[in-house]
């Protein structure tokens, strides 16, 4: 699988979504957190995760030295057919070709989650709880995740898909978990629940922290931005029709239809 190799996947998702596909309504990601909390890891905040000659530089070290084929899956609505093109076009400076197939979001999330058949994946998620510990639990810690926990069999076998494998933990973890398959999700699965745990603030901080830096360092998941929301209001409304989702409404009045 070609997003297996570590060295393959660091450095090459440009923040020029931001700008292009959002029109600047967005916050360049600099880790799976809100880079201006006091949650997101010092280490993180300034760090730049867009750099294609170091991107190159990764790609020199894996065992694909001068680029590589594969498939980028994502929806088939406009600003994530948008960002996939941006990927593929800076991807292809450094020798990696991508091709982009678009889903509807149930064929997408059905191969997302069955864990097999896709290389690479593009999609937005909801933070619908904003607390980092369940962030850093619910997107990452379950079994039956989306990210880098798993990979097909390497042997093509499909009997058991959710076989862990996935990196290893911290080498300070390393006598107590080693470093087979599975050893670096049995440890992050660890320190959140010793996150969630404790009371002591400065803990659950240095936790959050620690997963936080393990997560980029080990390319498990990419987070682009946040999209800001925008609302719009006025005394009266005329002539509107509902869309299919539509999350809030206050003191909102339709006119004369």
């Known amino acids: 699988m070609p997003a297996e190799d570590l060295n393959r996947r660091l ?43 170091q991107a190159q530089a990764e790609l020199e070290q894996g065992p694909s030295p001068d680029g590589f084929e594969v498939e980028l899956m994502t929806e088939n609505v406009a600003y994530m057919m948008d960002s996939a093109e941006i990927i593929q076009n800076n991807l292809s400076q450094i020798g990696v070709d991508v091709e982009i197939v678009t889903l509807e979001k149930s064929a997408l999330f059905d191969r997302l989650y069955g864990n097999v058949g896709w290389e690479l994946a593009l999609n937005d998620w909801t933070n619908g709880i904003p607390h980092v510990m369940w962030w850093l639990f619910a997107d990452k810690s379950p079994q039956r995740n989306h990210n880098n926990w798993h990979h097909e069999p390497a042997d093509g076998e499909l009997s058991d898909p959710w076989k862990a494998s996935g990196p290893s933990p911290p080498e300070s973890a390393q006598g ?29 901080k240095e936790i959050a922290y620690e997963l936080q830096e393990y997560i980029i360092d080990n390319a498990i998941g990419v987070d682009i931005c946040y999209v800001n929301r925008i609302d719009g209001w006025q005394e009266s409304v ?20």
Not at 190 to 195: C, L, Q
Not at 240 to 254: A, H, I, P, S, T
Request: glycine content about 10%; proline content about 7%; aromatic content about 14%.
């Open 176 to 204: 107590e978990f080693g470093t087979g398959p599975g050893s670096g999700h049995q440890w992050y699965r660890s320190r959140i629940n010793e996150a969630l745990a404790t009371t002591d603030t400065e803990t659950r």
């Open 11 to 53: 450095r090459g998702v440009d923040p020029e979504i931001v700008e292009r596909v959002f029109r600047g309504q967005a916050i360049p990601q600099t880790g799976p957190w809100f880079p201006d909390s006091e949650w997101t890891s010092p280490e993180l905040k300034d760090m730049e995760l867009y750099d294609l000659d």
């Open 238 to 257: 005329e002539g509107y029709k509902f869309g299919r989702w539509n999350e809030e409404y206050m003191d909102v009045q339709l006119g004369d239809q």
